[in-house]
């Protein structure tokens, strides 16, 4: 064992021959214990992890890796035992930085650290990176275990950094990692929270052990965004329930105070007031909502020729392309559906860009020459065209005017539904499109190969990324969905004249 100056906080080890815990082990404890149960005793409830994440969180870690020209990388799993001994040797031959460098402490609480690395003094610094643009709660919990870890095997950590990504970086040619990271010094806050983590690992190996901890679905829920057991907790909670009508702060309480989710069963002086409430009547009374002069009023407001427009955009954190910063949304596709007039058959234009090349200027070029100057442009959720088209006209000046015309244009279809001037019960309180069209036609995403926005985007980043094997696949999937998001608009625009 390489000898390494001692950190002196004392901390009060609990006694040998318990079980090695992990750092999501020690996070899943204290903030969502039910699910480190099912971690270990139902492995079968986990969902694949997302590739086109898992790419993007690497190219992260490797970027950063470049703030440091003399560092090596561990090449083992954290858990094994030759990445403790890699970890040992590397410190051996006077290596200063390490990348994915594990330890573990006499008791078997082990970690790996993002980018581990030598002070002048001989004492040590963790750098945790991270790929959100702000440092977060769980950040802290994620580097005070670390902290108590690599303490408790032998190591004196002097700092702890945690490295975010910089949303006001632009690109410029190839990526600068000392402007694409910023540092935050958290090693105070680190500190302070380690000095629970004795007490607390008694309780995780009680909850590893235990029997299954109740399920106190709730608030919790909403905070573990990517919690893998959400269908298995939920199993028993109507798809409409008193969840989608209340803040979680409040809903949660009543859950548990009534045993029930159900609205059927709730007392009604429960339930909120206004456009909820209008929600859970038509639910409960399976009636519908039709406002006959109000969808008038805003039908009068369209002029052919119609234009029904959807955006497909990819995000990424590292920017893919010149003049973007981390996070842009950078439209790739657009679905087009035109009509002329009432009697005009509807004519269909899209575009999608099939190379890993900044696809903006020629999807700008053809969605201008596609919208002529005159009509309305029909979108569903307009915050989010508009906002791509002041981003486009931002960093196309030269098409800005044409671009913002288009914004000028545009009417939002969401409105009505959103209004409730026409509702159906079936909707359980949503107004998004995947709601409202299997509401009033036939037509649903249940059969398509890619159902929903956030697939489109992340599959196609994949491809940009280079993980796609089969891209021609990819583009006739994605040109069916944003076609149907076109064609979907047209369907219940016409729902709308016909309820007028």
Known sequence: MVYLQKNTLNYNIPERGCMKISK???ILSLKYPLALWLKKHKSDLQTEFNEGILFQGNEIGLLAQKLYTDGKEITYKPWEQKALVQTEKFIAEGVETIFE??????????????ILTKNDDGTWTIIEVKSSTECKEYHLLDLSFQYYVFTNAGYNIQNCYVATINNQYMREGEIDPLKLFKIHNVTAEVIQLAKDIPQNLPLIRNIKNGEEPACEIGKCCSQFFDCQYITHCWKDIPKYSIFNVLAWDKAGPIFHKYKTADLKVL??????????????????QQKNIVNKEELATFLSELKYPLYFLDYETIFSAIPLFDNTHPYQQIPFQFSLHIKKSADFELEHIEFLHQMKTDPREDLIKKLVASCSDIGSVIVYNQQFEKMVNRDLAEDFPQYKKEILAINERMIDLLIPFRQRMLYRHTQNGSASIKKTLPAFTEMSYDDLEIGNGGDASSLYLAFMQGLVSQPDDLFANLLEYCGQDTLAMVKLLDVLYENA
């Open 24 to 26: 999501s082990d020690y």
């Open 101 to 114: 460098a594990v330890a573990q402490t006499p008791l078997g609480e082990y970690c790996a650290a993002d």
């Open 267 to 284: 007392p009604k002086e429960l339930f909120p007031k206004g456009k909820k409430c209008k929600d859970i009547e038509c639910f409960l």
